[in-house]
């Protein structure tokens, strides 16, 4: 999977806290259930339980794709069309607004943070384009109109 350096030290930075704090405060919650006498009835337990199994679970996933990460060096990358990586600023015909997004992989994808994946319908739409192209973008919510003002990394 190819991804941003941001992101992957974004995710490098979640497997530690996952492993170092989050398994320390589990292990804490356990110890206080077991505290509590008979395991077979005791709620506290089993939510313990169940949070170390989401919590081992999101530290696999972590490794995996962290394991298979593939990080996007902007010097090799062309800087006149979009590309993983690339900071977009747009212009919504149909809005009359200016938007900005950047693409970066699935993991990083936040669109709080205007971070799109380059998997979703408005990147696939945009991947490759170049400044002045104009772009018609079928989404679930309807068709989207963008014309591409500029390209940075």
């Known amino acids: 999977m190819h991804m941003t350096r941001e ?7 979640k497997l530690n ?3 170092n704090v989050r398994r320390k405060e ?3 919650q356990l110890e206080h259930a077991r505290g509590f ?3 077979s009835e005791n709620a ?3 939510t313990a339980k169940q949070e170390q199994a989401l919590n081992e679970a999101k530290i696999n996933e972590l490794v995996i794709q962290l394991s298979s990460a593939s990080i996007i060096d902007d010097l090799e990358i062309a800087h006149d069309k979009v590309y993983i990586g690339a900071k977009v ?5 149909k809005q009359k607004e200016e938007l900005e997004y950047m693409l970066v992989s699935e993991a990083e994808a936040d669109f709080l943070e205007n971070k799109i994946s380059v998997t979703s319908p408005v ?3 945009l991947l490759g384009k170049m400044e002045k192209d104009v772009v018609e973008i079928q ?3 309807g068709q989207l109109l963008y014309k591409v003002l500029q390209i940075s990394r």
């Open 7 to 13: 992101g992957y030290e974004k995710l490098r930075e």
């Open 17 to 19: 806290t996952l492993v």
């Open 26 to 28: 589990i292990a804490k």
């Open 37 to 39: 006498g008979d395991l």
């Open 44 to 46: 506290e337990y089993e």
């Open 89 to 93: 600023r747009l212009y919504d015909m």
């Open 123 to 125: 990147g696939k739409a």
């Open 139 to 141: 989404v679930p919510a």
